[in-house]
């Protein structure tokens, strides 16, 4: 799925939002149109037939909805304790793509819906993500705006506001996305840094990535193993948020947790390093390396 999504010459993705008669849901159902995704359905359990919400056509279960639209994939707006449900009965619908980012999922039902996703054979963004946009031609989230522009670099994002501030500054520099996909900090999730190296590999229009981590966890480690393994044959640039967190002092979400000599700030640079990747510990000499080094290779 991941592959297609960043195709261009693929067929669009046919979105359902389940969780759409919400007031931030519509709000940003009218912004992903606007960016050009393909919505065709909403969900919301006391729809009737007939039912529309600002001109999109309403259903009761995600089952109603790709019978009649043939949704193949799914944007979830809903509370926290009804992710998981929401979420099988989509996976069970039949969609190839889910996109979760309601803050505080149960780590339970996370775990439950990583193993749901992976027995569908589908690709799950989340747990509490941004979402993803590739630009131009969907957004499914709420990446902000502004921080969008097509692009020869991938953005690969576990910390999202400082993600946001990467992409403002790279897009005000020339330099705009060919995808960007939040992957979220929590601890338990459906996509990691390292399960997007195979599909960005190969993809030509991405000339480099970003990745924007932070301490805690093993994502990063992960990742610069991944890139030992399989190379990915375009410079990779990364900064880590957390840098100037105290010692001792529980900081952020569930998944910037310290542990074990993993998950530090300087276990994640050196192994990063020690995989080719440019790390930088501030933003603004990553944004002038990365313009740097892509002047006069970008189309």
């Known amino acids: 799925m991941l592959e297609r999504l960043i195709d261009h010459s693929a067929a669009p993705l046919r979105v359902m939002v389940q969780g759409a008669t919400g007031r931030a849901a519509r709000n940003h159902i009218a912004r992903m149109v606007a960016a050009g995704t393909t919505i065709v359905a909403g969900v919301s359990p006391n729809a009737v037939p007939g039912d529309t919400v600002d001109g999109l056509p309403m259903f009761a279960t995600p089952a109603e909805a790709v019978a009649a639209t043939g949704a193949d994939a799914s944007l979830l707006m809903v509370p926290p304790l009804s992710v998981l449900p929401a979420a099988i009965a989509a996976l069970d619908a039949g969609v190839d793509l889910i996109v979760t980012v309601t803050e505080g999922m149960p780590v339970r039902d996370a775990m439950h819906l990583l193993h749901a996703s992976q027995a569908a054979g589908a690709t799950w963004i989340g747990a509490s993500s941004p979402g993803l946009v590739v630009p131009g031609r969907c957004k499914l989230g709420f ?157």
């Open 143 to 299: 990446l902000p705006d502004i921080a969008l522009s097509p692009g020869p670099l991938a953005i690969w994002s576990k910390s999202g506001t400082l993600s946001y501030e990467t992409g403002l500054r790279l897009v005000a520099a020339g330099l705009g996305q060919t995808a960007w996909i939040g992957v979220g900090g929590d601890p338990v999730k459906g996509t990691r840094f390292a399960d997007l190296v195979p599909a960005f590999r190969d993809h030509a229009p991405t000339q480099a990535v970003v990745v924007v981590g932070e301490i805690g966890g093993t994502e990063e480690e992960d990742l610069a193993e991944a890139l030992l393994e399989t190379p990915i044959g375009k410079p990779v640039y990364a900064i880590l948020a957390g840098a100037a967190a105290p010692e001792g002092k529980t900081m952020g979400h569930a998944g910037a947790i310290v542990s074990g000599g993993k998950g530090s700030l300087a276990s994640k640079i050196s192994e990063l390093e020690a995989a080719g990747v440019a790390v930088f510990r501030s933003l603004a000499p990553m944004v002038e390396t990365i313009t740097a080094d892509m002047k006069g290779k970008t189309p």
